[in-house]
């Protein structure tokens, strides 16, 4: 079992940054590929950014590159979402999702991430 919280959401005017936290139980945080994925309201849950166990190669969708950045710090168990320049339509429920299949293909879709944290809102004032 793997529980995953959420924090550093925030409101925030546009063009301001924001850093969230996910901290996550268990002793082979490692091993497991980590995501974020947000969800606005009326609107399905898309990929934002995913890291691999080693932190290498991460995944971003095309519309937060180069103002976001994913990381991980294995020894706090705990994944980064660094947020930068950001825009009303970064306005959404950010989660964190561990996929602890050690299948060593990242995915970009919510289905294969099998733990998933409580959402931390975000959101940025135009």
């Known amino acids: 079992q793997v529980q995953l919280v959420e924090s550093g959401g925030g409101l925030v005017q546009t063009g301001g940054s924001l850093r969230l936290s996910c901290s996550a139980s268990?002793?082979?945080?490692?091993?497991?590929?980590m995501g974020w994925f947000r969800q606005a309201p009326g609107k399905e849950r898309e990929f934002v950014a995913a890291i691999v166990r080693s932190g290498g190669s991460p995944y971003y969708r095309d519309s937060v590159k180069a103002r976001f950045t994913i990381s991980r710090d294995n020894a706090k168990n705990t994944v980064y979402l660094q947020m930068n320049s950001l825009k009303p339509e970064d306005t959404a429920v950010y989660y964190c999702?561990?996929?602890?299949?050690?299948?060593?293909?990242?995915?970009?879709?919510?289905?294969?991430?099998?733990?998933w944290g409580q959402g931390t809102q975000v959101t940025v004032s135009s």
């Open positions: 268990g002793r082979t945080f490692s091993s497991y590929t």
């Open positions: 999702a561990a996929d602890t299949s050690l299948i060593p293909v990242v995915p970009t879709t919510p289905w294969p991430y099998d733990y």
